[in-house]
């Protein structure tokens, strides 16, 4: 038996434990720690040096998932990008006593990470694999930085194709930062550290998936101009000519638009910005998708880094690329890369076979009815809140959904990457055409113009959306149907599509029978799914994290793996939808 440790020291921290091949337990340490992107960066010593530290909680939360011990690891494998330093990071914190158990994937590792989760679990035999994000590792004695990476993965093996880089100072640019640079004009940002810290100064973590809610609201701007040159694999592109350009919309049309407001979004300039910027990522992903499948010559393609969490973009690269399958695991971003350290240290280091393809996310460790009754005696007792509890099933969650209450949904082991795909999830009907602003604006505290996602029965999900195949993470955004669209008002965004996740029986057994239940109730085998947390959190991971947030915010209901929490005498807020119930909102 061979067991492998893979840690993640980047933003996301993470760890991810494989046993002969196979995912075992995986966590981001921000569900544990509770601090958003958990960076793990401490201030330290008396000329306050800036330190790194690893994700010791998701380690420690992996050995007591698998029931081993630290020294029963046969490596560890861990990767950091940038200046990387991950081996002595690891040696320093990790108290495991043979310290040549600790390897590092060769340099520059970091594409090589989100190339490993992104091949080894797809089930192909041979795919390109292409990797896009915001800032790779650096290549050994250059100081430059991996811009976007093409694999060619066959059996056991991946072999890089091709691979462009750019430099320290920005006088070229990936296509996230490319990204994250309009992201920070428009306001978008979880604030971290200084005012200053962070990329372009921002004073935190760019939020891109705000801009990409936002950009189907603008209009199309092609008298704007093209801002990313192509040259064959390389895309080009530098801050200062994004700042020029930046500069000039903004005198000739950001008249309105104040970087004081915290509502600047609101403006048709802002607007404008985001689906400006979304259109030219897009073309941008089908340009490398294309040079992918002509270089290889393959029709399979595997796809991760950060910028693969624009599901906008995916669906066009899946739709348009022309290749014949297209795989993105959960993920996708620098969490997944402990996936990765942890195969690529089974499969490339210890010759273990690859592991049974990627058909859910659920890699965090189940809990047990007394950690749950213990929880609900904690929250009963520390916040006075009544609480009243009664075993439920999947059928109980869908009457509640059918009525338009709004359900905590904390099934099994948690997700890993940033979607709730149904064990740590917030449940809505989506027939409901007041749902989503309730949701917003009431429970989760959101920006109003931000979409919610279906998710549908497998088998059901053809008629509904324009979509074949799969969709299990939550990472493709088709067409909702026409017909469908009046019928999904709570899920249907604003150009008529939704970010779709396909629910299958053998996946997710109890979460998969919740909405077919709701289907056959109402009709409509899809429910409202979004993440379970307030914003600005991390998702919840324990029973007592789902408790906290469920008392404090306005959920109805909390399903906590087969028992059903409720506020006792709680009245519904005026906003709330079932105070119109559907035939009377209609």
């Known amino acids: 038996m061979s067991l492998v440790l893979g ?93 040549s158990k600790i390897r590092e994937l060769p340099l520059p ?34 100081g430059r930085i991996e811009k976007h990476t093409l694999f060619r993965g066959e059996g056991s093996r991946l072999t890089r194709v091709a691979a462009v880089d750019y430099p320290s100072d920005y006088s070229d640019m990936s296509l996230g930062l490319f990204y994250d640079f309009f992201t920070t004009k428009l306001g978008f940002v979880t604030r971290y550290g200084t005012a200053d810290w962070g990329v372009f100064g921002c004073g935190g973590y760019p939020e891109a998936g705000k801009t990409m809610g936002l950009a189907p609201y603008g209009r199309p701007r092609p008298d704007w101009g093209n801002w990313l040159a192509f040259d064959g694999f390389d895309i080009k592109v530098s801050q200062q000519s994004l700042e020029d350009i930046w500069q000039r919309l903004l005198a000739a049309e950001g008249g309105e638009f104040s970087a004081a407001d915290p509502l600047r979004w609101q403006t048709q300039f802002a607007k404008d910005v985001a689906r400006k910027i979304q259109d030219e990522l897009e073309t941008a992903m089908l340009h490398l998708a294309e040079h992918a499948r002509e270089v290889t010559g393959l029709d399979r393609l595997c796809l991760a880094g950060g910028v693969l969490l624009n599901s906008v973009a995916n669906e066009r690269v899946r739709a348009e690329s022309g290749f014949t399958d297209v795989f993105i695991p959960a993920p996708a971003g620098d969490s997944g890369v402990a996936i990765g350290a942890a195969l690529y240290g089974s499969i490339e ?66 997700e890993m990457g940033p979607r709730a795909l149904g064990h740590r999830s917030m449940l809505a009907d989506p027939r409901h055409p007041e749902m989503r602003d309730y949701l917003n604006n009431v429970v989760k505290h959101r920006e109003p113009f931000r979409p919610y996602a279906p998710s549908a029965v497998a088998e059901e999900a053809g008629k509904w959306f324009d979509f074949s195949g799969e969709s299990p993470f939550m990472l493709l955004v088709p067409k909702v149907a026409g017909h469908a669209q009046q019928l999904l008002p709570a899920v249907t965004h604003v150009d008529g599509t939704a970010r779709l996740q396909t629910v299958s029986a053998e996946a997710n057994p109890a979460y998969h029978q919740v909405i077919a239940e709701f289907g056959a109730l109402t009709g409509v085998p899809i429910v409202l799914n979004t993440s379970f947390n307030d914003a600005g959190e991390p998702i919840v991971e324990t029973p007592l994290h789902a408790l906290c947030t469920f008392v404090r915010t306005e959920m109805d209901h909390l399903y906590l793996d087969g028992l059903l929490v409720s506020k006792a005498g709680r009245d519904l807020p005026a906003a709330h939808p079932a105070r119109s119930p559907l035939a009377a909102a209609r």
């Open 349 to 414: 280091l210890l010759g273990e076979a690859r592991p049974a393809p990627m058909r859910h996310a659920s890699f965090g460790r189940a809990y047990t009815r007394t950690e749950v009754l213990e929880a609900l005696a904690t929250v009963t007792g520390y916040t006075g809140v009544e609480l009243t509890c009664r075993d439920a099933g999947p059928r109980d969650v869908a009457e509640l959904l059918a009525g338009h209450q709004v359900v905590g949904w904390f099934n099994g082991g948690s």
């Open 7 to 99: 840690l993640n020291l980047s933003h996301d921290r993470s760890a991810c434990l494989v046993r002969d091949g196979e995912i075992v337990v995986a966590i981001e340490e921000e569900r544990l720690d509770r601090i958003k992107h958990s960076e793990g960066f401490l201030i330290q010593g008396h000329f306050e040096r800036l330190t790194k530290t690893i994700p010791i909680k998701s380690v420690a939360y992996c050995l007591d998932a698998a029931d081993v011990g630290i020294d029963d690891l046969d490596l560890v494998v861990g990767n950091r990008p940038l200046g990387d330093g991950a081996v002595w990071r690891i040696r320093r914190d990790l108290p495991i006593r043979d310290k």
């Open 109 to 142: 590792g970091h594409h090589l990470g989100h190339a490993s989760v992104a091949f080894y679990p797809s089930g192909f035999e041979q795919a390109a694999v292409l990797v896009v994000d915001q800032a790779g590792a650096r290549w050994p004695g250059t």
